[in-house]
């Protein structure tokens, strides 16, 4: 495990009727939710950034999907497909979204906003921000 990243795994309320996953900000998600927005019917990988500032938790609430992280120095992935799990993508880490299958729904939680701004979309200048900020 990276210390980058981690995976949460969420409590079920399970019964007779199926199973249920709430969550709450400062509680089980790690800081206060400013922004939700889901991906879905993905043909092609996605994402390819990272944020200057945000942090998210991405919950592959059906199917399943392969995520890519690198923080500059260590690369590595996950295969998420459990809806009770989340993923934290902190700031300054590289994603991309890889191999969905057609039933894959992402959900994701951010701190912030959405604002271009804070999104590194080059990958030269993410390394180079990286090597600065992990010099510190
Ligand atoms: P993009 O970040 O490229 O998607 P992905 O990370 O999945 O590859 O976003 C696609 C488009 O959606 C882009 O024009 C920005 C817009 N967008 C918003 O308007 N608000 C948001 O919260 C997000 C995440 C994207």
Same mark, same amino acid.
């Given at each position: 495990?990276?210390? !980058?990243?981690?995976?949460?795994?969420?409590? /079920? #309320?399970?019964?007779?009727? *199926?199973?249920?996953?709430?969550?709450?900000? @400062?509680?089980?998600?790690?800081?206060?939710?400013?922004?939700?927005?889901?991906?879905?019917?993905?043909?092609?990988?996605?994402?390819? !950034?990272?944020?200057?500032?945000?942090?998210? /938790? #991405?919950?592959?609430?059906? *199917?399943?999907?392969?995520?890519?992280?690198? @923080?500059?120095?260590?690369?590595?992935?996950?295969?998420?497909?459990?809806?009770?799990?989340?993923?934290?993508?902190?700031?300054?880490?590289?994603?991309?979204?890889?191999?969905?299958?057609?039933?894959?729904?992402?959900?994701?939680?951010?701190?912030?906003?959405?604002?271009?701004?804070?999104?590194?979309?080059?990958?030269?200048?993410?390394?180079?921000?990286?090597?600065?900020?992990?010099?510190?």
């Amino acid at each position: 495990m990276n210390n !980058h990243s981690d995976l949460l795994d969420f409590r /079920v #309320i399970a019964d007779t009727r *199926g199973k249920l996953v709430a969550l709450e900000g @400062d509680k089980e998600i790690p800081f206060s939710i400013a922004r939700i927005f889901y991906i879905y019917t993905c043909a092609a990988s996605r994402g390819f !950034h990272a944020h200057i500032q945000t942090h998210q /938790v #991405i919950i592959c609430v059906s *199917g399943a999907c392969t995520i890519f992280l690198d @923080d500059g120095k260590q690369r590595w992935q996950y295969r998420l497909q459990q809806p009770h799990q989340g993923l934290v993508i902190k700031s300054m880490v590289w994603c991309e979204m890889h191999d969905f299958t057609p039933d894959c729904v992402l959900l994701v939680l951010a701190d912030t906003p959405y604002d271009e701004s804070d999104y590194l979309r080059d990958y030269d200048e993410f390394l180079q921000l990286a090597a600065q900020k992990n010099e510190r």
